[in-house]
């Protein structure tokens, strides 16, 4: 069974820096590219970003390149996404999904940032 | 950068009735390589996002044939015939032909 498991969220000061944590089994996970989406409250889901099989290749959506860094770790089969100078706006429910077509996501953890 | 337009916003549904939702496209979705990558998702009340259809019309597994994805280009349509109470959520679109990919800004359908 496909398994992705995020960790890491919690309250963060503004201007301070995350790092999530996305576990991944039940597949084969050096053979996938992994991604990264969040939900604002009440909001609609944006798309961060995504990492190819042997980190050769990590796209970004713009507005957020120079704030987050997604990186992975095949032996561990693990996905990270490393969150710096937070702000308010990044309060959001993140996710991490196996790609391409994002077949499979984790429950999803809360980042709030607030002082 | 690509913007995908949904409507509509919110939909009241009958149950057994059929529904539809627009994706459109401010630019054509077909990749160099010929393909097209527009999927759609359900987000259930509480629950993440999951995979319905991909690239176009093609039905993750364990989707239920009465889920319909169709359109060409940079216009789309998800048809849900004979709505269950378990189709109901926030449908998102996707495009992953262009960088960055965004989602649709969702449609909610609800019970009349």
């Known amino acids: 069974e496909v398994k992705l498991v995020e960790s890491g969220g919690g309250l963060v000061q503004p201007g301070r820096s995350l790092k999530l944590s996305c576990a991944a089994s039940?597949?084969?996970?050096?053979?996938?590219?992994m991604g990264w989406v969040r939900q604002a409250p009440g909001k609609g889901l944006e798309w961060i970003g995504e990492?190819?099989?042997?980190?050769?290749?990590?796209n970004y959506t713009p507005s957020l390149k120079d704030k987050f860094t997604i990186s992975r770790d095949n032996a561990q089969n693990t996905l990270y996404l490393q969150m710096s100078k937070l702000g308010s706006e990044d309060t959001a429910i993140y996710y991490c999904?196996?790609?391409?077509?994002?077949?499979?996501w984790g429950q999803g953890v809360m980042v709030t940032v607030s002082s | 950068d690509v913007v995908l337009t949904q409507t509509p916003v919110a939909q009241p549904v009958t149950l057994g009735d059929q529904a539809s939702i627009s994706c459109r496209s401010s630019?054509?979705?077909?990749?160099?390589?010929?393909?097209?990558?527009l999927e759609w998702y359900l987000q259930k009340p509480g629950q993440s996002p999951q995979l319905l259809i991909y690239?176009?019309?093609n039905r993750f597994s364990g989707v239920p044939d009465r889920f319909i994805g169709s359109g060409s280009g940079s216009d789309f349509t998800l048809k849900i015939s004979r709505v269950e109470p378990e189709d109901l959520g926030v449908y998102y679109c996707?495009?992953?032909?262009?960088?960055?990919?965004?989602f649709g800004s969702g449609t909610r359908q609800e019970i009349k």
């Open positions: 999904a196996r790609a391409v077509a994002f077949d499979y």
């Open positions: 996707f495009q992953a032909t262009h960088d960055p990919p965004p």
């Open positions: 990492i190819n099989k042997d980190s050769s290749t990590i």
């Open positions: 039940g597949f084969n996970f050096n053979d996938y590219w």
């Open positions: 630019q054509s979705l077909v990749h160099s390589n010929g393909n097209t990558y």
């Open positions: 690239k176009v019309s």
